[in-house]
């Protein structure tokens, strides 16, 4: 408690009543707040932008994918080290976002060769898509750090919990008196505990006691046990079992962990000191509502004056405006006809350019004279070949006539030896029968 009071002591009160925890960067004598109140809202707005991303789920959808580590509490508010991969880390979490709220990859790509000046404007046209309405030149986006980057982190995270149907719910607190009194509760047990264990070591410490007397009683009484004792166990074994057993022989108070007094104290510190602080800006903020409230007053009037003076115009542009939509849906109206006609025409072009291709090969066949060439070479060919056939066919013939020649030759020997062996017999047989008849 001391520690948080002189911690306390320490912090100083800007202008506004602003606390700040470095005097170098409070109020100065000018007024003037220094570097570490100028990045606060940044530093506020980009840790927003990383709970929503977590709530998102990036880790996975978005770190895990493109082999990057989890972005740390800082790392969009500050210029990196390496300001080239900062750009990268940037740019390629709008796509993830883009892509997330739109459902779209060609929403916002950034192309391969696409410079940090085409990038930054290709963001800023679908932020413009997206209604984003800050207003600030697309440079600032090639530093990928400070108030323009987390702006725009942060607005790209709202529209992605928008499209997922994300809602903050009401915080439940828990009632004080409650803790209060389980932790009061809590003691009481711990302290009974420690006093049950109490009472059980002594009653250990009584019986202990009783043993040792009645075995000093049965030595005494024993009329052999007035000799010396000699012990039989190793004095080193002894001293190792005493460091084992002698802790668990003591009862160790637990000291709680709750410290919610430590914090009642803070509070009430902290109200005290927010009590002060209330005192002296309250009148301020007084005035700042009045004089608001005095602006909006004469906004108003401004409005009203400036709508009195500019109706005629407001009526001419409404009516301009009219004529413009209608001009507009018969653009379109045209726009959808002359496409049409397009695709008519590209179709009748097609069928004609295929016609063509049929004439074409058509008439070139026609005026070809290489198939009545090809005829002519076969016609040619046929008829060396009707020749070479007949030649064989006359050769094949003559060798059958002159085999059949020959075997008619053949023949006729043949039957001119049979007639002259038949003519032999007939002139032998007369003769032997002359013979016979002389016998006679």
Known sequence: MDDDDDGREKKTRSPRGSISNNPDTSAGAGGNEGPGAAMGPIYIMWESALEKLKILDYEQGFCATTNRKPFSRIH????????????????????????????????????????PNTVANKLMLALRQLEFKSSFPSQKLKTANGESVCLVLDFLTNKALERVQFTWKVPRYIDNDKVEHADVDNEEEEEEEIIEEGDIQNT????????????????????????????????????????RVGPKLKAQQQLSTNEWRGHVDQTVTSKTHIEKVLGETEGELKNMQKEVAEELNRMKTKEGYVNKQFSVLCS????????????????HKTNDRVLKLTNDLAEQTERLEELKESFESKDSGIH??????????????????????????????HALLSEKVNSMARRRFGAVKKAQKRHNKMKHRPRDSDDDDDDD
């Open 76 to 115: 969009f508010v500050f210029p990196a080290a390496n300001l080239s991969h900062q750009f990268n880390d940037f740019v390629e979490l709008c796509v993830w976002l883009c892509t997330k709220i739109t459902d779209d990859p060609a929403f916002f790509k950034r192309d391969t060769y696409d410079d």
């Open 204 to 243: 250990d410490d009584m019986q202990v006691q009783e043993s040792v007397r009645d075995d000093i009683a049965e030595v005494e009484v024993d009329e052999d046990a007035h000799q010396i004792l000699q012990a039989m166990i190793d004095p080193v074994e002894w001293k190792t079992e005493l460091e």
């Open 316 to 331: 001419e542009f409404k009516e301009v405006k009219q004529r413009f939509e209608e001009i507009e849906t018969v653009n």
């Open 368 to 397: 070809d004279t290489s198939p009545l060439v090809r005829i002519k070479a076969a016609l040619q060919q046929i008829k060396q070949e009707t020749q070479a056939f007949d030649l064989r066919i006359g050769v094949v013939s």
